[in-house]
């Protein structure tokens, strides 16, 4: 009895990011949409330093943090407020940090009147 047996089998790894040139200022909000594979997650990633550029460099000013790239949705039984300390603390925060950060968290998001 064969335990495993490949035929025909092919593993490509393909460019996700070719040569991007991209800049952000200050105050601007950026959003990436696109097909499934065409690279989102990646750009993200390389944003926040998960994944390093093999060729190229990029520069940010301060300390990036993905939130999306954690893989974890909102948890629904939380108010917006207390979805807000569950990331910071899972990224390593403390209270007293996420308390100096939350409103400008809440500015950002634009769901002032929501949250």
Known sequence: MKLIKFKSATKDFFV???NINL????????GIIGPNGSGKSTLLRAISGI????????????QITLMAG?????????????????????????????????????????LNGFI
């Open 70 to 110: 954690l893989g974890i949705g909102f948890n629904v039984n939380l108010s917006g407020r207390e979805n807000v300390y569950l990331y910071g603390s899972i990224l390593g925060n403390s209270n007293e940090v996420m308390n100096g950060l939350m409103e400008s968290i809440i500015d950002f998001s634009g």
């Open 51 to 62: 994944y390093r550029p093999d060729e190229g460099s990029i520069k940010s000013k301060g």
């Open 16 to 18: 996700a990011l070719d």
């Open 23 to 30: 800049e952000v200022n200050e105050g601007e909000i950026l």
